[in-house]
Structure formats: structure tokens, C-alpha cells
């Protein structure tokens, strides 16, 4: 028999998940040996919606580059895009929803597949790309369904001095593409950031096409801004990876003297 120490985390998300759906139920936990090496590399997955098109499809292949680059993270570079009416959601602890305009309602099963991932413990990054009335209009729809999905729970500005923000890169501003709003949003269960919400388009900053070449200027602030943002990206894996991995907790100084240091870094030392 497979030793339960084997158990990864999205093992976990299935099994809580399972649970929830259905107390009473003894689902197969296990995963076979072969493939718990694999299942244990990070990858960041890109969800859906409905029939909705990818939106900022080659950013979260970007992120994942930029964790493997910057830190002693083990990633699997490679595109996930996984339906979130489909249970397949809870083999990844850390989704990407990229918005751009309104949506139609979510389904039941939607609804509550983002409901009992969040419950269980998985992490949700939220990133509104659309201009003007496009950023109104997902903005809406996105408020709405998290009241439907999560009605005891709201969204509360991220506080300047919350450990996100040390999570690996000290930082002072939450830019993407954009510089318009001054703050992150998020959904606090059980004492932890389940959700984060952005309206500064996070993607369109990471954004690259198949040539290397950024796809989009930021601004105001160009090159920097664009760091920024590549850092706070960078931040918000390891913090939901150091939160969620208690056992990685003991090694937090490893994995910061591993980290691929920059000369302006260095010159803070």
C-alpha cells in the first residue's frame, strides 16, 4: 500500500472536496507512486467559465517561468486550462481567473466547485483585464456570484503590512499592466487569503507572445512597474505555497537562499 506521507496537495483538495460534496463517502486517496513525483511540481492553472475564450492565455505559463527562475520551487512549465464546472479544478491548489467583461451566471455546479475549492483549501487569483465598461461589467458579475457562492464571506482590502506582501519580495505597490487601482482585495477562511483580487490587469503585465516580446507596455511606469508586477506575482505563489504546505514552513530560509538574486537586491544587503 502507497504510504500516506505521499499524499500531495491536490490530493488533498480532491479528498476535502470529496468529503464536502459527500460526508459519508470513502473515496480512493491514494495516488500511485509513479505519479506523485509529477502530481508534486507546481503548475499555475488558468480556469474558465462557461464558454468564455482564454483570456491572457500565455500569462500564467509566464508566472510559472518567473517562479522557477526566481525561486527553488519545483514548476511544471506547461498551459493548464481547466473548466471550473469540471471536478478536475481540485488537482490544482493555485487557479488563475482571468476576467475581461461580463460573464454569463455561473451554473449550479460552477458555484459550487468555487465554493468548496476555496473552502478546502485551494487559492484563487482573480485578475480583471477589461477597460472601461469591461472592467465595470466583470466587476459586477464577479461581486455578485462571490455573494452567491460565498455568502458569509466578503471582499476586504488586502492591508499594506499583510505577510503577502513578505512573502519573498518586499513590496510596496500592486501594479500590473495598469496603475489604477492602490490596493488588492481578498476573501479571508480560517485565517487565510483564499482569494485575491486584482483590477490592475497582474496578466497583461506578464504577458509574452510566442517571439519573448512583452504584449502589452505598462504604464505609466514601464520596465519597473512591469517588475513590480512579476514580483507580486512571484509573492502570491509562494504565499499560497508556504501557507498551504505546512511542512514547507521549516524550510522558508532554504528557499530564500535560493532565491535568484537581482544587483539591486544585492545592493540592499
Same mark, same amino acid.
Not at 509513479?34 to 511540481?41: G, T
Given at each position: 500500500?502507497?504510504?500516506?506521507?505521499?499524499?500531495?496537495?491536490?490530493?488533498?483538495?480532491?479528498?476535502? !472536496?470529496?468529503?464536502?460534496?459527500?460526508?459519508?463517502?470513502?473515496?480512493?486517496?491514494?495516488?500511485?507512486?509513479?505519479?506523485?513525483?509529477?502530481?508534486?511540481?507546481?503548475?499555475?492553472?488558468?480556469?474558465?467559465?462557461?464558454?468564455?475564450?482564454?483570456?491572457?492565455?500565455?500569462?500564467?505559463?509566464?508566472?510559472?517561468?518567473?517562479?522557477?527562475?526566481?525561486?527553488?520551487?519545483?514548476?511544471?512549465?506547461? +498551459?493548464?486550462?481547466?473548466?471550473?464546472?469540471?471536478?478536475?479544478?481540485?488537482? =490544482?491548489?493555485?487557479?488563475?481567473?482571468?476576467?475581461?467583461?461580463?460573464?454569463?451566471?455561473?451554473?449550479?455546479?460552477?458555484?459550487?466547485?468555487?465554493?468548496?475549492?476555496?473552502?478546502?483549501?485551494?487559492?484563487?487569483?482573480?485578475?480583471?483585464?477589461?477597460?472601461?465598461?469591461?472592467?465595470?461589467?466583470?466587476?459586477?458579475?464577479?461581486?455578485?456570484?462571490?455573494?452567491?457562492?460565498?455568502?458569509?464571506?466578503?471582499?476586504?482590502?488586502? !492591508?499594506?503590512?499583510?505577510?503577502?506582501?513578505?512573502?519573498? =519580495?518586499?513590496?510596496?505597490?500592486?501594479?500590473?499592466? +495598469?496603475?489604477?487601482?492602490?490596493?488588492?482585495?481578498?476573501?479571508?477562511?480560517?485565517?487565510?487569503?483564499?482569494?485575491?483580487?486584482?483590477?490592475?490587469?497582474?496578466?497583461?503585465?506578464?504577458?509574452?507572445?510566442?517571439?519573448?516580446?512583452?504584449?502589452?507596455?505598462?504604464?505609466?511606469?514601464?520596465?519597473?512597474?512591469?517588475?513590480?508586477?512579476?514580483?507580486?506575482?512571484?509573492?502570491?505563489?509562494? =504565499?499560497?505555497?508556504?501557507?498551504?504546505?505546512?511542512?514547507?514552513? !521549516?524550510?522558508?530560509? =532554504?528557499?530564500?537562499?535560493?532565491?535568484?538574486?537581482?544587483?539591486?537586491?544585492?545592493?540592499?544587503?
Amino acid at each position: 500500500m502507497n504510504d500516506p506521507r505521499n499524499l500531495t496537495r491536490r490530493t488533498f483538495l480532491r479528498t476535502a !472536496a470529496s468529503l464536502i460534496a459527500a460526508p459519508f463517502a470513502l473515496p480512493l486517496l491514494l495516488p500511485r507512486r509513479s505519479a506523485a513525483s509529477e502530481l508534486n511540481r507546481f503548475r499555475v492553472a488558468q480556469v474558465t467559465t462557461g464558454d468564455r475564450p482564454v483570456a491572457r492565455p500565455n500569462a500564467a505559463f509566464v508566472l510559472g517561468q518567473e517562479v522557477r527562475f526566481r525561486t527553488a520551487v519545483d514548476v511544471k512549465l506547461d +498551459r493548464v486550462v481547466v473548466a471550473l464546472s469540471s471536478r478536475d479544478i481540485f488537482d =490544482y491548489p493555485f487557479l488563475l481567473w482571468v476576467g475581461d467583461g461580463s460573464f454569463p451566471p455561473l451554473t449550479d455546479a460552477e458555484r459550487d466547485h468555487l465554493r468548496t475549492f476555496l473552502r478546502s483549501g485551494g487559492f484563487l487569483l482573480v485578475d480583471n483585464v477589461g477597460e472601461g465598461a469591461g472592467l465595470a461589467a466583470f466587476d459586477r458579475r464577479f461581486r455578485a456570484e462571490l455573494r452567491l457562492a460565498l455568502p458569509d464571506s466578503e471582499l476586504q482590502p488586502v !492591508a499594506s503590512r499583510h505577510v503577502l506582501f513578505r512573502a519573498f =519580495y518586499r513590496l510596496t505597490a500592486v501594479w500590473g499592466r +495598469r496603475a489604477t487601482r492602490q490596493h488588492l482585495e481578498g476573501v479571508e477562511l480560517d485565517g487565510r487569503l483564499a482569494l485575491v483580487y486584482s483590477q490592475n490587469d497582474l496578466t497583461g503585465a506578464w504577458s509574452r507572445d510566442g517571439y519573448g516580446a512583452w504584449e502589452f507596455e505598462a504604464v505609466p511606469g514601464g520596465p519597473a512597474q512591469r517588475e513590480d508586477a512579476l514580483r507580486l506575482g512571484v509573492n502570491l505563489v509562494m =504565499y499560497a505555497l508556504l501557507l498551504d504546505y505546512k511542512d514547507e514552513q !521549516a524550510h522558508i530560509d =532554504y528557499l530564500l537562499r535560493r532565491r535568484r538574486l537581482r544587483p539591486e537586491d544585492l545592493e540592499k544587503r
